[in-house]
């Protein structure tokens, strides 16, 4: 699933905690693992400074490179100078690398680099699927991942995400929990949320089935609340979440960008994010008979 990852560095200790999945994908895959550091361009500064900087990015990745290799793993070194998150992107895009697995740094230590800015922003620009690790990032337990959450709404662009997750959820052996957060109202009879939630269950019931048949677990689960606010316990279902970086407006925000980077900040579990194609975000058809 994974021939080659691409793992950003800069030098500080939250990065290197990406270590531990690119050990685990390397194997498991049989990965090749392309370590990058990116210079941010200085306006000040001696030649000889810039020249020093370099060979010490160097000699650095040069270590984390004997370390993967010492754990059978193949790699390739990059170095580059310019605007670091679009550095990433670039390279990902240009190695045709089919992750990116990058660790971010809490409010402290902000003089390097992989900050959660520079997440963000990597998260925004990049094509390649990434693996993003916040700075309160746990291990999985004994290495699995035993549930997966997946947020969906009922967009052609959210379910576009789908044969990926099913494709993440065999490589792990992990349940795909699928979650659809809505707003409920209290009356008589059920709202235009409601009503679209139950036409989306009815449809992800029969995705769930076909996906059992196929010896993949999984299931749909509904839940009235606001998914401004419902974001924050979507991680204790789960060892990862799994989202795409796009949506439309109102409830179905659950799965844009900027939902997709206050999980990362908020979450303790690894979190999977997947840039869907440029679909029109349209509502999913009806099935026949609903």
Not at 17 to 30: D, E, M, P, Q
């Amino acid at each position: 699933m994974f021939s080659k990852i691409l793992v950003p560095l800069d030098g500080g200790e939250a990065a290197e905690t990406a270590l531990h999945w690119v050990k685990f994908y390397g194997r498991k895959c049989h990965s090749m693992a392309v370590l990058l550091h990116v210079s941010p361009e200085e306006r000040t500064g001696s030649g000889f400074r810039r020249v020093a900087a370099a060979l010490d990015a160097q000699e650095y990745l040069q270590g984390i490179e004997r370390e993967l290799t010492y754990a059978g793993i193949p790699v390739r070194i990059l170095t580059t100078t310019g605007p670091v998150a679009e550095g990433i992107a670039k390279t990902a895009r240009r190695e045709k690398c089919d992750l990116v697995v990058m660790a971010t740094r809490g409010p402290t230590g902000l003089s390097r680099w992989l900050s959660k800015g520079v997440t963000d922003q990597v998260m925004r620009l990049s094509r390649t699927p990434l693996l993003v690790l916040g700075h309160r990032t746990l291990k999985a337990r004994d290495g699995r991942l035993r549930h997966i959450v997946v947020p969906l709404d009922d967009s052609e662009r959210s379910h576009s995400m789908l044969p990926w997750a099913e494709r993440l959820a065999r490589l792990h052996r992990a349940r795909l929990i699928f979650l659809h957060v809505y707003p409920s109202r209290p009356g008589p009879s059920p709202s235009a949320a409601e009503r679209a939630c139950e036409i989306l269950r009815r449809r992800m019931d029969a995705v769930c089935e076909d996906l059992r048949s196929r010896g993949v677990r999984a299931e749909f689960r509904p839940q009235p609340g606001d998914p401004a606010t419902e974001i924050s316990w979507i991680p204790n279902m789960s060892d990862a979440v799994a989202m795409t970086t796009r949506g439309r407006s109102g409830f179905r925000r659950l799965v844009s960008g900027s939902v997709a980077e206050d999980v990362v900040r908020r979450t303790t579990v690894p979190v999977f994010i997947y840039r869907t194609p440029a679909l029109v975000a349209r509502p999913l058809p009806e099935p026949a008979g609903v």
